[in-house]
């Protein structure tokens, strides 16, 4: 078992194409005794012509087969970039950092079906490419690994929630708040295989997209156009009558559910119930704030602690809404648990690298419905 002090970098970019998010992770032990911390963080924002591409390509719209490969390359040279921005920040040569763990944006999820069989998704980012830019050893592909075993795909961040959130007598939920909304529920004392972790709806893909679309702003933020507008009942019922929130767990969806048709439906919906550009706002933040709410309570016992992050967790409005639905369980932003508030996926990213380097089996797998624990992702060595 190892026990010495190791440094493990963790790279995310998320559907929202905003950003990856790059963090610097020691860790301590191996296996399920892995202790793991936040060393150092950085948000790069991305480019603003490759954004918009991996927008529309997230959203939907049919890309070339040429175009999806040079958008793959340059996903993987702004994770590089973003892994070099992060050493040189925390003043950490590259020899001193063991591995690289890399969860890039999901450009295609199809989810497994009974009469389809296996999932499978294409996630952007070629590792290799990374490793030859940053030197670096760098674990990824570890959805494609769930879908391998039999899971849905995700989250695999279950894992990783667990070794950092798990104890002998609190019950916490981590609910992350990016372009997708997940939650983790680890109860008191909780095993590994008892964990529940789904993705529960639209996080902020919505928000962003209809910020940009009706007030040509890049998001909502604080919430305040949410603030100043009126939860549109009937709207939100007809939302909330959707497919993937009458499934039960596990399930995985992804931003090409939540936008592009998707978005252009959900314009006509609230043209049909005549509801207005704020309303909108409003009924669209109370849509996620309501399935997150709905998720954490359904769970087999109220959480002790809720543990906000992401990108959404910023959204006064949306955190807001959430406080008050999931009262009087007791709601922390991540600092209370010393880490950066958008830092959630770069460090699970680390902490599965860490498990991938040791062999350990990093995966809850009765969350995902995977048929049993699988040692998720590969390994690309320069």
């Not at 793991?36 to 070339?64: D, E, I």
């Not at 450009?107 to 952007?124: C, H, I, K, N, R």
């Not at 981590?174 to 983790?184: D, E, K, N």
């Not at 049909?272 to 996620?288: N, Q, S, Y």
Request: proline share 5%.
């Amino acid at each position: 078992m190892a026990s010495d002090r190791r440094t493990f970098a963790g790279l995310y970019c998320g559907a929202g194409a905003d950003g990856v998010d790059a963090a610097l992770v020691t860790v301590r032990g191996s296996g399920d005794r892995m202790q793991a911390a936040q060393k150092h963080f950085l948000h790069r924002p991305m480019p603003t012509g490759l954004a918009k591409r991996l927008r529309s390509t997230v959203s939907g719209w049919a890309a070339p087969a040429e175009g999806l490969a040079k958008l793959d390359r340059q996903v993987a040279s702004t994770l590089a970039k973003a892994c070099e921005a992060l050493l040189r920040d925390a003043a950490v040569p590259s020899k001193h950092v063991e591995a690289a763990g890399l969860i890039g944006p999901m450009a295609a999820y199809v989810p497994p079906t009974p009469s389809d069989g296996p999932g499978s998704l294409v996630e952007l980012g070629s590792p290799a490419s990374v490793a030859r830019e940053t030197g670096l050893a760098v674990a990824a592909g570890f959805a494609a690994s769930d879908l391998a075993a039999g899971g849905v795909g995700g989250p695999v961040t279950a894992w990783p929630d667990w070794l950092l959130f798990r104890d002998g007598r609190l019950s916490r939920v981590v609910v992350q708040l990016g372009a997708i909304a997940s939650i983790t529920f680890i109860g008191s004392a909780a095993a590994s295989c008892e964990v529940v972790a789904y993705e529960v709806g639209p996080g902020t893909v919505l928000l962003d997209a209809l910020a940009r679309r009706l007030f040509d702003l890049p998001f909502d933020e604080d919430g305040a156009l949410a603030a100043r507008g009126k939860v549109h009942e009937p709207l939100l019922d007809e939302l909330f009558a959707g497919s993937y929130f009458r499934c039960d767990p596990p399930k995985r969806t992804g931003a090409c559910a939540w936008s592009g048709a998707a978005l252009e439906r959900l314009e006509m919906m609230a043209g049909k119930h005549r509801c207005g550009a704020k309303d909108l706002m409003t009924t669209v933040t109370e849509l996620t704030a309501r399935a997150v709410a709905v998720g954490v309570l359904g769970m087999t016992e109220r959480p002790h602690e809720v543990a906000l992050f992401g990108g959404g967790a910023r959204n006064i409005h949306l955190a807001g809404r959430i406080r008050t639905l999931l009262s009087p369980c007791s709601t922390y932003a991540a600092d209370h648990y010393g880490m950066d508030m958008q830092a959630h996926g770069a460090i699970c990213a680390a902490v599965l690298a860490a498990a991938r380097l040791d062999g350990t089996r990093a995966h809850c797998h009765a969350a995902t419905g995977a048929a049993g624990p699988a040692t998720l992702g590969g390994l690309w060595v320069v």
